[in-house]
Structure formats: structure tokens, C-alpha cells
């Protein structure tokens, strides 16, 4: 059975940093391109970036570039997703997803809450 | 990488058919066959319905269905059912990127 869990996410203030960590099982995690969606509180779903099997490809949505750096370890099953100088306006749960093949995420984690707020 | 258009909310009584659009651009939904439909429950997490415009996920009901035509694409379910009122999102492959659409809230009347 696929699993996604996250974990790093919490309360950080304007400016700060927060690492979030996906776990991944019940896949050959080093065959499939990975990646992280948001959705801040009562809004909609927003694509935040993206990393191919083997950490070639990296991708960033505007609003995230020069302050998001994704990355992986697949010795460890894991993806990860370093944000720097947060806003108010990162606040949102953050799901990392499974892309399947074509451009489409198959899998997601339950998410994990990061609220920027001082 | 602006959102693509979704009508806010659409709703059908038990049985009936509705279909939800997803209005992009030549650059996104009209550049593509890699557009996907995902449900989402209060709470919950993201689930795939459709994806490459009209696949349909092992598991998923075949009420379910989906269509694209220049930078338009649509969801459509049949036999509209209770456990369907939910908020739906698709989603383009934009080049480097993918982007959503604003989410629809079904409700089943």
C-alpha cells in the first residue's frame, strides 16, 4: 500500500524557516517524480514545485522560487522541503504528492499545517 | 501561472447529471492531453478522479467522467450520488509546472 506521511510542519514567524519531511513506502520510491501541493485555509489547491526521480528536474512555482528548495533522499524514502523567509501568505497545509507516470498525482499524504504568524 | 477557471459551485439532485469546466489557456489546458480532476472532501486529502483528460483511476466509478475541447476541459458525473458533494479541482501540465483550477463545491441537492 502506498504511503505518504509528512511531518516538520508548525507555527513560524515572519522570515523564519521550517523543514518539512514526506516519508514514502509501499513504492520504489526512486522511480517516480515527486512532488509538494499547498492549500491555505478555506482556499484552493496551488502546485508548489516538483523533482524528478533522480533530483535532475526541478521546478518552482513563481511564488515560491528563491525561498522553497525541494530535495530528496532515496536511500531514505524521503522528500523534502526547505522554506526560507516565510510569509504570512505560505501559511497552509502542504501535501506532498505522488506524480504517476504522466503529469497527474496519484498518491497524497494527509498534509501538515504550517502557519506563519508572529 | 494563473489559475485556471472553475465555476464556484455547481449542484444536481441524487440521479441527475453534472458537468463542472476548467477554462485555461493555449499554454496549459489547450497545449496538453494532461489535464486531471481531483475530489476533495472536507478535511481530507486531495483524490484523483481523471486524469490525461479522460482516464479514469483503477477504483474510480465510471459515473465519473472526463472531456477537453481547445482550453476548455470538463468533469461529468452521472447518477449524481450523495457521497459526490465534495470540491473538485483540475489541474494542467503548464511546460515546467502544473497549475489548478479554482475548485468547485458539488452540491447534492
Known amino acids: 500500500e502506498v504511503q505518504l506521511v509528512e511531518s516538520g510542519g508548525g507555527l513560524v514567524k515572519p522570515g523564519g524557516s521550517l523543514r518539512l519531511s514526506c516519508a514514502a513506502s509501499g513504492f520504489t520510491f526512486s522511480s517516480y517524480s515527486m512532488n509538494w501541493v499547498r492549500q491555505a485555509p478555506g482556499k484552493g489547491l496551488e502546485w508548489v514545485s516538483s523533482?524528478?526521480?533522480?533530483?535532475?528536474?526541478?521546478y518552482y512555482a513563481d511564488s515560491v522560487k528563491g525561498r522553497f528548495t525541494i530535495s530528496r533522499d532515496n536511500a531514505k524514502n524521503s522528500l523534502y522541503l526547505q522554506m526560507n523567509s516565510l510569509r504570512a501568505e505560505d501559511t497552509a497545509v502542504y501535501y506532498c504528492a505522488r506524480e504517476g507516470g504522466d503529469p497527474f498525482f496519484d498518491y497524497w499524504g494527509q498534509g501538515t499545517l504550517v502557519t506563519v504568524s508572529s | 501561472q494563473s489559475a485556471l477557471t472553475q465555476p464556484a459551485s455547481v449542484s444536481g439532485s441524487p440521479g441527475q447529471s453534472i458537468t463542472i469546466s476548467c477554462t485555461g489557456t493555449?499554454?496549459?489546458?489547450?497545449?496538453?492531453?494532461?489535464v486531471s480532476w481531483y475530489q476533495q472532501h472536507p478535511g481530507k486529502a486531495p483524490k484523483l478522479m481523471i486524469y490525461d483528460v479522460s482516464k479514469r483511476p483503477s477504483g474510480v466509478s465510471n459515473r465519473f467522467s472526463g472531456s477537453k475541447s481547445g482550453n476548455t476541459a470538463s468533469l461529468t458525473i452521472s447518477g449524481l450520488q450523495a457521497e459526490d458533494e465534495a470540491d473538485y479541482y483540475c489541474?494542467?501540465?503548464?511546460?515546467?509546472?502544473?497549475?489548478f483550477g479554482t475548485g468547485t463545491k458539488v452540491t447534492v441537492l
Open positions: 489541474c494542467s501540465y503548464a511546460g515546467s509546472s502544473s497549475v
Open positions: 493555449s499554454s496549459d489546458v489547450g497545449g496538453y492531453n494532461y
Open positions: 523533482i524528478s526521480s533522480s533530483s535532475s528536474y526541478i
